[in-house]
């Protein structure tokens, strides 16, 4: 699903007016209509109390609807106007009219905290008060209006987004914000939805289609693109059945040093769950006997040294190397790590410690294979790129590391983002169970199988996490956040390919 800009919206909205010889008011009801079922549904009819807060914009027309609807159906609602301007949208002013053709009960205005009505924790509050139209930081009495409603405690449903959080900026430290326990938006999510600083505002969210125009919303190129199972279904490549190993290539997982081949074991059985033909490891020779006997399927070659890779010969034509597992920083480790680098011409997955010595030797940049795909966390994005301002400010400077330097940037986090070829990718499986040691690991080892079998790099990065996180959540359904291990992501692949296609 395409991530669109507020402006990108806006002109969504015209040309659907346009196109569908409809009135915006009509738009309107079409946009509301679909929350006041979505609410109906959740609720069926409960007595609680629904306290609506109504900006005087379209967002508060929506509201106005919203509150309507819910009234025609004997819900107890209260509307409240939050008055921050005299000036109120047409459609605000239409639907204010059919409101109060609808209930005796009108709604109150709030033009100061002195106006601020009490709310219960039990209560059910919509925030219908800024969307997209929000182009400064919120002031005096409304901003304590957020705090107040916020401090409720009361069960938080935010229209098309949290009041307070802008579509194209991070709230500075002062800003106020709704904390949404939910949003519903409209069409397309946000990106805000989806960047560290301003995720924990929306709560959890649902996206309605309100039939936007097609046309548009297809051919448009949007700000990034959100990556659920319809989308990374388009990216999987069914197995010729007249196919031998051999057709799936090989995979060399490179890494691990005295006290961490788990890490290497970990990344070599996921790229084997994830189909790779072939997996060889490449690893000190204390791992030997551990790889051997837990990864049977695996070859194993060793490096000279017992405790740490110093001469990476290993003397074959792998599809994809797989590196930095657990391979530790060591100034020999370092030497061999730079001949590799120099002696590979087809794409690498780079990941934990060949990440760090990159940041610490930046001269190696330049030896890295075309379209390889880095892989690190926010800390190990740092060490690379240096600091950021803000999230926004870190989505441009990874753009332009990717481009200078032709990689793949899977930048991991609870939605893991992916750059590459001038497209920015958001993740949209997973959960927090997988906040767990060697679950990178198994994420190197995924997409370097789907490397292997030929995916494009791209392709395979975004493939791999999307199941990365598939696989997660199915682990998670059945053993708990804090029971997952990251060895049952790699064990779980298989389920999480028949969930590809299960509906
Ligand atoms: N596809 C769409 O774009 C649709 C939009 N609709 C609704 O319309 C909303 C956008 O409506 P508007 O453009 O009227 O904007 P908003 O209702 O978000 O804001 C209203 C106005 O408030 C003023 N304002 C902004 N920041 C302020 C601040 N800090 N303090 C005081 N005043 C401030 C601005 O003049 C702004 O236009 C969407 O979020 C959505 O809820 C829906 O009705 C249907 C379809
Ligand atoms: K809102």
Same mark, same amino acid.
């Given at each position: 699903m395409k991530i669109f800009s507020a402006a990108q919206l806006k002109k969504a909205d015209e040309l659907s007016i346009k196109n569908q010889n409809i009135t915006s008011t009509q738009l309107m009801e079409r946009a509301a209509s679909h929350v006041s079922a979505e609410i109906h549904k959740r609720l069926q009819n409960s007595d609680i109390a629904i306290k609506i807060f109504c900006g005087v914009g379209n967002n508060g027309g929506d509201g106005l609807v919203i509150a309507r609807q819910l009234i025609e159906k004997g819900y107890n609602v209260k509307v409240f106007v939050?008055?921050? /301007?005299?000036n109120r949208s047409d459609d605000f002013l239409i639907n204010y009219d059919r409101l109060k053709e609808t209930t005796n009960d009108w709604p109150e205005y709030i @033009? +100061? =905290? +002195?106006?601020f009505p009490e709310i219960d924790q039990n209560e059910f509050v919509i925030d219908a008060i800024f969307g997209i139209g929000l182009n400064r930081p919120l002031e005096g009495w409304i901003a304590k209006l957020v705090d107040h409603i916020n401090y409720s405690n009361a069960f938080i449903l935010s229209i098309d987004?949290? +009041? !307070?959080?802008f579509s194209d900026r991070i709230p500075g430290e002062e800003d106020r914000v709704i904390s949404a326990n939910f949003t519903i938006s409209f069409q397309t999510p946000k990106l805000v939805f989806f960047l560290p600083q301003t995720m924990d505002f929306v709560g959890d969210l649902q996206i309605l289609d309100i039939g936007l125009d097609r046309e548009f919303l297809s051919s448009e190129k949007g700000q990034a693109e959100l990556i659920s199972k319809p989308e990374a279904r388009l990216l999987y490549q069914p197995r010729k059945s007249n196919s031998h190993k051999g057709n799936y290539g090989h995979t060399l997982v490179v890494g691990g040093s005295y006290g961490k081949i788990g890490s290497v074991l970990l990344s070599s059985k996921a790229a084997l769950r994830t189909g790779a033909g072939l997996v060889s490891t490449f690893i000190p020779k204390c791992g030997y006997t551990i790889l051997q006997t837990a990864l049977p399927e695996a070859m194993v070659i060793v490096d000279k040294n017992d405790e740490k890779l110093t001469h990476i010969d290993h003397g074959m034509d792998p599809s994809v190397i797989c590196f930095g597992m657990g391979? !530790? @920083?060591d100034p020999e480790t370092l030497e061999a790590f730079k001949q590799l680098l120099e002696q590979t011409k087809n794409p690498m997955l780079i990941d934990a410690d060949g990440l760090n010595m990159i940041s610490e030797h930046k001269e190696l940049l330049k030896f890295l294979p075309k379209q390889s795909v880095l892989t690190p966390h926010p800390k190990e994005l740092q060490r690379l790129i240096g600091d950021w301002k803000d999230d926004f400010d870190k989505l441009k400077k990874v753009e332009e590391f990717t481009r200078n330097h032709d990689v793949i940037l899977v930048l991991k986090g609870s939605h893991t983002f992916i750059f590459g070829e001038g497209n920015i990718y958001i993740n949209n499986s997973g959960n927090p169970?997988? =906040? /767990? =040691? !060697?679950s990178g690991d198994v994420l190197s080892g995924i997409i370097s199988g789907l490397i292997s079998q030929q995916y494009q790099p791209l392709a395979a990065a975004i493939l791999g996490v999307y199941l990365h996180g598939l696989s997660g959540d199915i682990v998670a359904e059945n053993r708990s956040y804090q029971a997952l291990i990251s060895g049952d992501i790699a064990e779980n692949m298989g389920a999480a390919f028949q969930s590809l296609f299960a509906d």
């Open positions: 939050v008055n921050y /301007t005299d @033009k +100061s =905290a +002195s106006d987004m949290p +009041s !307070g959080l391979a !530790g @920083k169970g997988m =906040a /767990t =040691a !060697g």
